[in-house]
């Protein structure tokens, strides 16, 4: 019996937002942390900036603001348009998987 399998993500010239991105991203909201939302998903700090950094320029706008450590520590957060960003995206990606069960039903079962 077959199964459906898929990606969906956003695409300007190159990958914009997808799973990935979107999974860091609520990472950061939990933890108040781009490293560890990295770690969390085996992702080198690095990585995940950089990842962040592209976004951001294919975006136009910025998904998090940082601020450095000191001696109250630092952290990082989730800006407004990231905020609305996942929300839309997760809101979509429900709907497509209900749509492309629904087609994959008609076309396969």
């Not at 998903?41 to 998090?64: C, D, P, T, V």
């Amino acid at each position: 019996m077959y199964s459906l399998k898929y990606k969906i993500w956003l695409d300007s010239d190159g990958k914009v937002f997808g799973e990935g991105p979107c999974k860091l991203l609520l990472g950061v909201a939990e933890t108040g942390s781009l490293i560890r939302a990295a770690r969390a998903m085996h992702m080198s700090y690095s990585q995940a900036y950089n990842l962040i950094k592209a976004l951001e320029r294919r975006l136009g706008f910025a998904l998090i603001t940082s601020q450095a450590g000191g001696s109250g520590g630092g952290g990082s957060e989730l800006t407004p348009q990231a905020q609305k960003l996942i929300s839309t995206y997760q809101s979509f990606s429900v709907e497509c998987h209900q749509a492309l069960t629904l087609i994959f039903e008609k076309h396969f079962r």
